[in-house]
């Protein structure tokens, strides 16, 4: 099956500024995931979304950050306020239905200076 | 904590089979994942067990013991691009990843 589509794939931005970062699943699912991975270090989960809420978040997720589903089909992470520390590869990730496989997308690889 | 635990790097030579061994902790555990991860790519599906046993897929195997928390991946007939970070990864309630440091194998002719 084909992994989720991210855009942008690279976005640099100015510290302080928003940032959005797009996921378009290929097809119908009801979970998807944001994780990121500064350079060097782990992947890292931030938080699950599942039929159109938040399941669950890290304590790296808070008010700095948010999701939505806004028209049923791309999911979407806002960083509001970016700092230099926000810089790092944040990938979508979703689930198939039987929930035996997890999909990451491409990534989308932010840098904040 | 979520203590996803495996070797940093290992080494080995063409053709040969290397496995990489994953410990973790068992409470809340809904399944082991296995992915594999290029620079600069993301990480890639390799494998998932939820049961004991040994899940054969090609030349990549990976093997669960639930009651000890632990997990491998096994390499066989190794190619140069197979060089790569292998993540072992613990899923929790709505199968949420917690992933080790990742292990850099590094294959040589």
């Known amino acids: 099956e084909p992994e989720v589509t991210q855009t942008p794939s690279h976005q640099v931005t100015q510290m302080g500024q928003e940032v959005i970062l797009r996921c378009v699943p290929i097809s119908n699912h009801l979970y998807f995931y944001w994780y990121r991975q500064i350079l060097g270090q782990k992947v890292e989960f931030l938080v699950s979304?599942?039929?159109?809420?938040?399941?669950?978040k890290s304590e790296i997720f808070d008010d700095q950050f948010s999701v939505e589903r806004p028209d049923g089909s791309n999911f979407t992470l806002k960083i509001r306020s970016t700092k230099l520390e926000d810089s790092a590869m944040y990938f979508c990730?979703?689930?198939?239905?039987?929930?035996?496989?997890?999909?990451f997308g491409e990534g989308s690889w932010l840098t904040v200076v | 904590g979520q203590n996803i635990d495996q070797p940093t790097e290992m080494t080995a030579t063409e053709g040969a089979i290397v496995q990489i061994n994953c410990t973790y902790q068992t409470s809340g555990f809904n399944g082991l994942f296995w992915y594999q991860q290029h620079a600069g790519e993301a990480p890639t599906f390799l494998s998932y067990n939820v049961l004991d046993g040994l899940e054969e897929k090609g030349r990549f195997s990976s093997f669960l013991s639930r009651s000890k928390g632990y997990s491998y991946l096994l390499l066989k007939e190794l190619q140069m691009k197979d060089s790569a970070s292998y993540l072992c990864a613990r899923g929790a309630n709505d199968y949420k990843l917690s992933f080790g440091a990742g292990t850099t194998v590094t294959v040589r002719a």
């Open positions: 990730a979703r689930k198939t239905g039987d929930g035996n496989t997890i999909y």
């Open positions: 979304f599942y039929n159109n809420e938040i399941s669950e």
